[in-house]
């Protein structure tokens, strides 16, 4: 499509209509000083008022320097801890975007405080092995989600589930810590009711590493909802990663720990460089039906908060980003420049025969793959009715796509991948 064409898109607020609810809280705070200022007036986003709130509801008692207490290994924290607040306290956002975001930087901050101290009273955490996790990647609409989900029904692997990541510590019952994560994981569908249909959020799911990384302050959380103003700093993700793993197993059996985010394919090497011996499963889809799900996806996420979303921006940015991941990931594995740990899953296959698919995924790692693992996979999607929320459908140029342009830029990699090209 050309720049112009791309331009013309039509807004998200003619294609989605907002929820009653969300429109009067909004129009509430716009009453007291118009859009924008109105919902700074009423949720107020300051770094130092956080930590105090933060402090007050862990009720913990004198703490000493809140720095040295949320360091959890990273002595910079801080830094970008005060740039995203500040950064997030000037972005565009209507009343209810910026209460979401607001909990989710007070919740992140709570999680970080407590995994700061558990840290620095058990030495031990930090000798804590993470050996061969499997890293599920690809592009959106690929069989990624599924993919996780039917993973983590085998009992030899350990998926994050939400409940645990947003709350890791200071649980006594499953129950409430459920009820507690059950609000920011499925509010997002109450905003936007059509997020349901692309993804489904909830407290017991397995959940994206994106999520994880959230109290890292610097990590894709923040750069997707498009705050631009914070420090990104990746290999501080990855690192603060691999501590809360390493915290979240502490006194359990070992088991492989089962990961996953499309991000993951931008950031190959330093999921090679925090986790050396990952085995690598990465999902395959014709790129024209993949390409435009991302975008679509991620002006979804910032419409939840906006009243307007940059699409050119985000068809530029994510087009040429995404496009350049795969391409690079298939380039290089090609020419023997990346280890050999990965495992290819293709979308097509996984749909027609998700228990063969998965056996010869594990034949690929060296890994035994149970007939409990297949009966469990065959149940479960048996009990999971496909379309239950609706259905998020569209042409690529609805998104800034042509088929044609999009498979044109990523040749080589379908030739490569052998990816089998959809109607």
């Not at 000083?33 to 700074?40: K, N, T």
């Not at 890791?168 to 997020?195: G, N």
């Not at 459908?393 to 090209?421: C, H, N, V």
């Amino acid at each position: 499509m050309t720049e112009a064409d791309i331009l013309r898109l039509a807004p998200l607020s003619e294609r989605f209509e907002r929820p009653a609810w969300v429109r009067r809280l909004n129009a509430m705070a716009d009453s007291i000083g118009g859009a924008g200022q109105g919902a700074r007036r009423l949720i107020p986003i300051d770094a130092d008022e956080l930590i105090q709130t933060a402090l007050a509801s862990l009720d913990l008692g004198n703490l000493g320097n809140v720095d040295s207490i949320g360091d959890f290994g990273d002595p910079g924290w801080r830094d970008r801890f005060d740039s995203l607040v500040r950064g997030v306290d000037l972005f565009d956002m209507h009343v209810v975007g910026r209460l979401m975001t607001r909990q989710e930087i007070l919740r992140s901050l709570r999680t970080r405080i407590l995994l700061g101290r558990e840290w620095a009273s058990k030495p031990v955490l930090a000798s804590g092995r993470i050996e061969a996790p499997i890293v599920i990647t690809g592009p959106a609409r690929s069989g990624t989600s599924i993919l996780f989900e039917l993973l983590a029904l085998d009992p030899a692997l350990r998926a994050p589930r939400a409940a645990e990541v947003l709350h890791p510590l200071r649980f006594t019952d499953e129950a409430t810590r459920l009820a507690m994560s059950e609000c920011e994981q499925e509010l997002w569908a109450d905003v936007v009711p059509e997020f349901a249909a692309i993804h489904e959020l909830r407290s017991d799911l397995p959940v994206e590493c994106v999520t994880l990384t959230m109290p890292s302050f610097c990590g894709p959380h923040w750069a997707m909802l498009g705050i631009g103003a914070m420090q990104t700093d990746m290999v501080e993700t990855y690192a603060f990663e691999k501590r809360l793993l390493q915290v979240l197993q502490h006194g359990e059996a070992q088991r492989t720990w089962l990961l996953k985010t499309p991000g993951h394919l931008i950031a190959i090497d330093l999921v090679f460089q925090t986790f050396p011996d990952a085995w690598i499963v990465i999902t395959h889809r014709d790129p024209a039906k993949t390409m435009p799900s991302t975008v679509s996806t991620t002006a979804i996420v910032q419409w939840m908060r906006r009243e307007s979303v940059d699409l050119a921006m985000l068809v530029r940015v994510i087009g040429g980003v995404f496009n350049a991941a795969l391409d690079s990931v298939s380039e290089r594995r090609a020419a023997a420049r990346l280890p050999e740990r990965f495992v290819d899953v293709h979308f097509q296959r996984l749909v027609t025969d998700p228990v063969e698919t998965l056996r010869r995924s594990y034949a690929s790692m060296g890994r035994e793959f149970s007939d409990l693992h297949a009966e469990r996979i065959r149940r479960y999607l048996s009990e999971k009715r496909r379309g239950k929320f609706g259905s998020h459908t569209y042409t690529p140029e609805e998104w800034g796509f042509s088929k044609r342009e999009i498979r044109e830029k990523l040749a080589g990699y379908i030739d490569r991948e052998r990816i089998e090209l959809e109607d």
